[in-house]
């Protein structure tokens, strides 16, 4: 597809079950992003993948919370042991590589995976 | 203080008035800007992109940009019913990452 595609668009797990979502961005995106967006609030930054490696994590929320990208495709974002306050909109986007000096590229976003964590 | 700040509505302007969005940072080397939109239940999609100081003009949307005052603004003429969504500002920080602000809801009154 033309798009950022995500899997599943919709997602109900009981707490403390282990959660897996995925991304694939736009073909030749080589930047990828994670984002989570709690209802009524903004964006909040995950992580960022540029390739497969994962140069910023800052924005993980904790150690249940990891990511992985093959090559410069799929990306997974795995939450285990969900608690309630995961619960929320992941975002997952990608663009072209940052060109120097600047400027960069805009993010194009999948559709979401709405997570509820019970 | 927030690295970008946004005052979260909502906006509401009568149809085919000009609305007004507008955003402030922090971090002084960021270098490029944009504006999304996002409607309810949907995810952002972009709207403007801006890079140097001045205005830049799209359809209805203009965007302007001063980066000594550290201000990004989005005015949006003839607003339509069908603007109304909640306007995201996002920043660069670095080039590794965009960080948003939490977004002005916009209502566009019939």
């Known amino acids: 597809g033309a798009g950022v595609s995500q899997s599943p668009s919709n997602k109900v797990t009981e707490k403390g079950k282990d959660v897996e979502l995925r991304c694939d961005p736009i073909?030749?995106?080589?930047?990828l992003y994670w984002y989570r967006q709690r209802l009524g609030q903004g964006l909040e930054f995950l992580i960022y993948?540029?390739?497969?490696?994962?140069?910023?994590k800052s924005g993980l929320p904790s150690d249940r919370f990891s990511a992985e990208r093959t090559g410069e495709s799929v990306s997974t974002l795995t939450i285990q042991r969900t608690q309630q306050e995961d619960s929320a909109v992941y975002l997952c986007?990608?663009?072209?590589?940052?060109?120097?000096?600047?400027?960069?590229?805009?993010?194009?976003f999948g559709n979401g995976t709405r997570l509820t964590v019970t | 203080q927030k690295e970008v700040e946004q005052n979260s509505g909502p906006l509401s302007v009568p149809e085919g008035a000009i609305a007004s969005l507008n955003c402030t940072y922090s971090d002084r080397v960021s270098q490029s800007f944009f504006w999304y939109r996002q409607y309810s239940g949907k995810s952002p999609e972009l709207i403007m992109s801006i890079y140097s100081n001045g205005d830049k003009e799209d359809g209805r949307f203009t965007a302007q940009l001063n980066k000594a005052s550290q201000y990004v603004s989005l005015l949006i003429r003839d607003s339509q019913p069908s603007d109304s969504a909640t306007y995201l500002c996002a920043v660069n920080p670095d080039f590794q990452k965009l960080v948003f602000g939490t977004g002005t809801r916009l209502l566009v009154s019939p």
């Open positions: 993948f540029q390739g497969n490696s994962a140069p910023d």
């Open positions: 073909s030749g995106h080589t930047a």
């Open positions: 986007a990608s663009s072209t590589s940052p060109s120097e000096p600047f400027p960069r590229s805009p993010l194009h």
